[in-house]
């Protein structure tokens, strides 16, 4: 009797999970390989997906066909010869099922990646109704990825394609739209973006945990993550936000009352284990899933997030993550580029302000030295009171002026100056630049925003003078310099510029603590 309700509970079993198990036997892909796709041009093209294990899988574009065989987990994978720029095409995928993708372009594929400034959208940026009615350009298309965390590295994420259009634009990345219109119409082929971003989140959470286990330099931050997690009470972490809570209802009634801003309300705990900030979360949900979808290269725009830590491990951590990148998508030193942070908070006063914020942008201009990676200079961009400043069309601008300039050949002047090399002389410094194009300029008057100091590492303001292609600087009140500091504040006052407009880095010579 009890084998007889056995069998009866198993066939149940079956018919209920059926049809289930049918759909999973079904050919599928990755979310990127869907209607308006575009593929990197000149390269061989991955194409992959799932099947029943020892399934022949035949993949078509055009009258292009190569065929592969799920292996003992379901994974097939084919490689398309390079292809021309072009379409549309359609992709055909065929094994017990068919899969059939429509109006596939062939152009120039980039990666744009960071937190908020990145996902900030075009409908946030200034001129928006300006740019939503210029926004129809066929060919240039995003994929927008699910915000996702994961504890380990996944295989598949949410994503959708959209073509730009005065509808769909107000959507998209800014940052990653303005860098790739800039792409489409200087080099005329199809353009896809992928923007896989989230505010608010540290470079330590893009970044696999291997690489970062590696480096004992972050073991107190790994450390500090696990004993969160181990020590995380649910309970306690509800009873203290509802608490949170109630005292922010007595200020917003408060505010309301006195007709004030009400204040922003208490986050709902998360637990730390699932965090988008947690070391690793977001490289094995947004990252992970992503690759080898073949690209050109990739663009970030984050360290906010890092500015209030220990910024002066973010060079490191950026150089780590693009090599995790690089050795992810196995495409060799592809292109990386990134947005130096720009200016913000209340202007400059003393000769130097060193904070969090401008650490990271010092980081971020001596990770220059890794190969084949590019910075937009942002200093004269940002807002004081807005961390999310909305010209991000000069930000897309000088992301794609690098990329025209490097990675595509073109003759043009791509960066504004780099700080190369000092030497002392008759009392002076003699500060020598890259990138200075036609010239050095001071923009609007008089040169500013350099500091000097001698032996004492005490700074102050210098006078700065452009000769001959280099900038001299000297202070009277400094008869034996040593060092020099150029726009070193939050929000500084420099205005050394090149005669393409392109603005100077912040820079320091010394590496003092302070």
């Not at 596939?104 to 594929?109: C, D, H, I, Q, R």
């Not at 109630?246 to 004030?260: D, N, S, Y």
């Not at 003699?430 to 500091?451: I, P, R, S, Y």
Request: charged share 20%; glycine share 8%; hydrophobic share 40%.
């Amino acid at each position: 009797m009890r084998q007889h309700v056995h069998v009866k509970l198993l066939l149940g079993l079956l018919l209920l999970v059926g049809p289930a198990a049918v759909a999973a036997a079904d050919v599928t892909m990755p979310s990127m390989f869907a209607d308006h796709m575009v593929l990197q041009r000149e390269v061989a093209v991955p194409v992959w997906g799932w099947a029943d294990p020892g399934e022949k899988v035949t993949v078509t574009l055009d009258d292009r066909t190569k065929t592969a065989t799920a292996d003992s987990d379901g994974k097939w994978s084919v490689r398309l010869a390079a292809l021309e720029a072009g379409g549309p095409h359609t992709l055909q995928v065929k094994g017990k099922n068919s899969i059939t993708i429509g109006d596939v372009l062939v152009g120039e594929v980039w990666l744009c990646s960071g937190q908020s400034n990145m996902a900030m959208t075009v409908s946030r940026a200034a001129h928006f109704d300006r740019e939503r009615a210029a926004a129809d350009h066929p060919r240039l298309r995003m994929l927008t990825v699910d915000r996702a965390t994961a504890q380990t590295p996944q295989d598949r994420c949410g994503a959708a394609w959209q073509v730009s259009t005065p509808e769909t634009v107000g959507g998209f990345s800014a940052t990653a739209y303005f860098f790739g219109r800039a792409l489409h119409e200087e080099l005329d082929v199809p353009v896809g973006l992928i923007n896989s971003s989230w505010g608010g989140t540290p470079i330590e959470a893009w970044t696999c945990l291997k690489a970062q286990q590696a480096r004992p330099e972050l073991k107190p931050m790994l450390d500090d993550w696990e004993r969160r997690i181990a020590t995380y009470d649910p309970e306690a972490a509800k009873e203290a936000y509802e608490k949170r809570v109630a005292k922010w209802r007595q200020k917003a009634k408060a505010a309301k009352a006195a007709g004030r801003q009400v204040p922003r309300k208490p986050r709902a705990p998360i637990d730390p284990e699932v965090s988008q900030r947690r070391p690793a979360n977001l490289f094995n949900g947004m990252i992970a899933p992503l690759a080898p979808y073949a690209l050109r290269g990739a663009i970030w725009y984050q360290g906010e997030a890092n500015a209030g830590g220990a910024a002066h491990l973010y060079g490191l951590q950026l150089a780590m993550m693009i090599e995790n990148w690089r050795t992810l998508w196995g495409q060799g030193d592809f292109p990386f580029e990134w947005v130096q942070l720009p200016n913000f908070r209340a202007p400059q006063k003393e000769p130097v302000e060193t904070t969090g914020w401008v650490i990271v942008q010092g980081e971020m201009l001596e990770t220059l030295s890794v190969t084949n990676t590019g910075m937009a200079v942002t200093i004269d961009v940002g807002e004081a009171d807005d961390i999310h400043p909305k010209n991000k069309q000069d930000v897309g601008k000088r992301l794609a002026l690098w990329a025209l300039g490097t990675t595509y050949g073109k003759d043009i002047v791509y960066s504004g100056p780099l700080y190369k090399s000092m030497r002392k002389q008759d009392g002076k410094i003699v500060v020598e630049f890259d990138h200075t194009g036609d010239g050095l300029v001071a923009k609007g008057g008089k040169l500013q925003g350099f500091a000097i100091a001698g032996d004492d590492q005490q700074f102050v303001f210098a006078d700065a003078q452009i000769a001959d292609g280099t900038v001299v600087v000297s202070s009277p009140k400094v008869t034996n310099p040593v060092a020099v500091r150029y726009a070193w504040a939050p929000n500084p006052d420099g205005n050394l510029y090149n005669r393409a407009g392109l603005p100077a880095s912040p820079f320091r010579t010394d590496a003092w603590e302070k």
